[in-house]
């Protein structure tokens, strides 16, 4: 379902995505419903149709998603692999139905035809290793409206590229190539290494295949210019991850000196809080009219759940909650009354076990002593 919105929303949206720079990093925040979904949907479809009038607002859209349920609108995700001015690599496929394979059968494409640019070898290292994973892959495909013989007479079901050093027959890989847009074979798996071992891509976890395609995408699939739109990051992602994943896609943006835009849609104050300061924005929904510069590089969690998204506090509303009412009738001279003990009771039956450096913890053990 694509998103609904009205006359004033869409020109707060136009307002948004006319005002955004080249080259800077945009995070949207807002809770559930704030209208994330609806601007992604609506940026997308705007900078599509620009493409296709001839006065593009992008030369290449590069829409990715941490989600199985991005908001992205037909336009994008029905766009084909051989379409190089936008590039969906999210789970949706023609039907609207979900495929972990489709995106990586996108990246496959683009992967096959930019195996021997030496500019993209340092990122793809750092990638590598950041995953942990050999510097090479197992492309494996699958016949498309051939017979299995005929199709195993002209080419074997799995092809080897090395990612980091110019041995491939580069031969082989361009008859790959034609066969795939061709339609007569599509990928069936792409498998990495770790240790000589052969994941496949569903062996990995759902954190890795996301991280992979994210960093890998933009590597292979980004261009000079490019906007990228990444749809809820955090999903999947291990906190360590969630700190790295857009630091990453903006140093592959430096290394390649791409001039490409990061427009992202999180939850996550760890992802909204790791990327230098300086070309980065923010905007949080649904009240926030225009972006503003951010400064959360380098601040805690608890500052920024606080300041960008309205949490005051990191720990669960009934701890805070009780804690807080308890300091309350201490305050008041209170701790007579039955309301205290019913609430240091509460508290009591929580079992709370802080650390000794949790500055919580002297004050809940002095409570429950009273």
């Known amino acids: 379902m694509i998103p609904v919105t009205n006359k004033a929303e869409e020109r707060k949206f136009d307002t948004l995505l006319n005002s955004i720079t080249p080259g800077n990093v945009y995070f949207v925040t807002g809770k559930n419903g704030s209208g994330k979904s609806r601007f992604f949907a609506y940026a997308t479809k705007e900078i599509r149709q620009s493409q296709i009038r001839g006065r593009p607002k992008s030369d290449r859209l590069l829409c990715l998603s941490g989600t199985m349920y991005d908001k992205y609108p037909p336009l994008i995700y029905k766009a084909k692999a051989s379409d190089w001015n936008v590039v969906y690599l999210g789970n949706k496929v023609n039907n609207n139905m979900v495929s972990g394979t489709a995106p990586f059968r996108v990246l496959c494409h683009y992967m096959l035809r930019h195996l021997e640019s030496p500019l993209l070898r340092w990122s793809i290292a750092r990638a590598l290793d950041r995953l942990s994973?050999?510097?090479?892959?197992?492309?494996?495909?699958?016949?498309?409206?051939?017979?299995?013989s005929k199709a195993s007479d002209s080419l074997d079901s799995e092809l080897v590229c090395d990612l980091l050093e110019p041995t491939n027959d580069l031969g082989l890989v361009d008859r790959?190539?034609?066969?795939?847009?061709?339609?007569?074979?599509?990928?069936?798996?792409?498998?990495?290494?770790?240790?000589?071992?052969?994941?496949?891509?569903?062996?990995?976890?759902?954190?890795?295949?996301?991280?992979?395609?994210?960093?890998?995408?933009?590597?292979?699939?980004?261009?000079?210019?490019?906007?990228?739109?990444?749809?809820?990051?955090?999903?999947?992602?291990?906190?360590?991850?969630?700190?790295?994943i857009v630091k990453d896609l903006a140093e592959v943006a430096e290394d390649l000196i791409l001039n490409a835009t990061l427009i992202i849609a999180t939850h996550s104050p760890l992802i909204a809080s790791s990327v230098r300061n300086g070309r980065v924005h923010i905007c949080d929904l649904p009240a926030g009219q225009a972006w503003q510069r951010a400064d959360l590089f380098g601040r805690a969690s608890d500052t920024v759940l606080r300041e960008r998204f309205h949490l005051y506090s990191g720990r669960l509303p009934e701890v805070a909650g009780i804690i807080n009412k308890c300091l309350g009738l201490i305050a008041r001279n209170e701790t007579e009354d039955?309301?205290?003990?019913?609430?240091?009771?509460e508290l009591h039956a929580m079992k709370l076990d802080f650390t000794p450096d949790d500055p919580l913890a002297e004050i809940v053990a002095t409570i429950l002593e009273l």
Not at 133 to 148: D, H, M
Not at 198 to 214: H, M
Not at 338 to 345: G, T
């Open 133 to 148: 994973f050999q510097p090479y892959v197992a492309l494996r495909f699958s016949a498309r409206g051939l017979e299995p």
């Open 176 to 244: 790959y190539i034609g066969r795939l847009a061709s339609g007569d074979i599509r990928l069936s798996d792409m498998r990495f290494f770790r240790g000589g071992k052969p994941f496949g891509l569903s062996d990995l976890s759902s954190g890795e295949r996301q991280y992979a395609l994210a960093i890998l995408g933009f590597i292979y699939c980004g261009s000079e210019r490019c906007t990228v739109f990444y749809d809820e990051p955090e999903n999947s992602l291990h906190p360590e991850w969630q700190l790295s």
């Open 338 to 345: 039955e309301v205290f003990k019913v609430a240091q009771a």
